[in-house]
């Protein structure tokens, strides 16, 4: 995973690299080293316990094991293209289904209420700014 994490970096943004390098160095690598489970030994009930371990010890969503999926796939495929690997156990996996955005924003009496409490603060103007322009 830290092998591709460096391949992958030149040809994509900045802020997407530290989002797969969050990924990678504090979920990902972390969990399959503490297994013990090397790349020659990982099958795919791995990603899946994985996934599982993901969804119910940390409270992640769906759609967070979405990105941790390509994430892996991207770099067993790099391992298999190297022929590091002579299959990717990741294309055994089922995704789960992707959760559907539902958007929620404050109202005209929340976002009253927010102004009361920042007022005279440091960041009074940058929430005023954030209320106006409806920014999350």
Known sequence: MLDWLE???????L????SYANAVQK?????????GITLQELKPHHIQ?????ALKEWGVKANTIIHYHANIRSALQQAY???????N????????????FVDSSYSAEEVNQLLEMVK?????????????????
């Not at 391949?7 to 943004?13: N, R």
């Not at 979920?27 to 297994?35: N, T, V």
């Open 7 to 13: 391949t992958v970096k030149p040809s994509i943004e």
């Open 15 to 18: 802020i997407t690299y530290i």
């Open 120 to 136: 005279g603060t440091k960041i009074e103007l940058g929430v005023i700014l954030a209320a106006f322009y409806g920014l999350r």
């Open 81 to 87: 293209i190297t022929e590091r690997i002579k299959t």
């Open 27 to 35: 979920r990902i690598a972390p969990y399959f080293r503490e297994k």
């Open 89 to 100: 156990s990741a294309d055994k996996i089922i995704r789960p289904k992707k959760e559907p």
């Open 49 to 53: 316990d994985f996934y599982n371990h």
